[in-house]
């Protein structure tokens, strides 16, 4: 009985996780050295996120800095989010800036790789967090999450009240002013 009760719990733990909507982004490059040649396989690098609100030079609205080892083609990939918490990033308030900062020894002696505007797809994690679309909003289930959230003001409305009584038909308005005449021709063919 302990046994089954166990494995249960590992399945509702299990489908919980994996229900959430990923907060990462996949983010790969190519690291070379000063002679434009990429590093070798193995090499440790630093590289920094900032993701910059309303412009390239706008404010930081998330900063991560994370380790990454390249492969036999100078190759790293890394998960924006995977050290940080993506959904603190207000993706409602406009436009938002990806600046890439590296140290390829490893270090935080960073060279700045440049700013770019994230398109599209970042823009999905505005959307797993309920903002965005054009219909009406559907009614609000359970959270389960919402109960491992710092307390404070609740991201979701409460249930929708009842509805009102109809009111009382106003008065008939003022009769409005005659149309035109149309005049009709009857086209009747000539008899053979």
């Keep these: 009985m302990k046994n089954i009760f166990l494995f249960l719990s590992f399945v509702v733990f299990a489908t919980t996780v994996f229900a959430q909507v990923p907060q990462k982004m996949n983010y790969q490059a190519v690291v070379r050295d000063n002679s434009g040649q990429p590093l070798s396989n193995g090499t440790n690098v630093t590289v920094r996120f900032m993701i ?57 002696n960073y060279t700045d790789m440049g700013t770019s505007q994230l398109l599209s797809v970042p823009y999905a994690l505005f959307s797993g967090n309920g903002g965005g679309g054009g219909g009406a909003k559907g009614p609000y289930g359970s959270h389960r999450y919402d109960r491992c959230r710092p307390s404070g003001p609740s991201r979701y ?32 063919p000539p008899a053979h």
Excluded: C
């Excluded at 929708?160 to 086209?187: S, Y």
């Design 52 to 108: 910059h609100n309303g412009t390239m030079s706008g404010p930081v609205e998330y900063t991560e800095t994370v380790t990454a080892t390249t492969n036999q083609f100078g190759l790293i990939n890394l998960y924006i989010g995977e050290k940080g918490d993506l959904s603190f990033v207000d993706w409602s308030s406009g436009a938002k800036y990806l600046q890439v900062e590296v140290d390829p020894a490893g270090g935080t």
């Design 157 to 188: 409305p409460g249930p929708q009240g009842i509805q009102g009584q109809q009111g009382f038909a106003g008065a008939a308005g003022p009769t409005g002013a005659v149309g035109a005449q149309v005049l009709r021709v009857l086209m009747v």
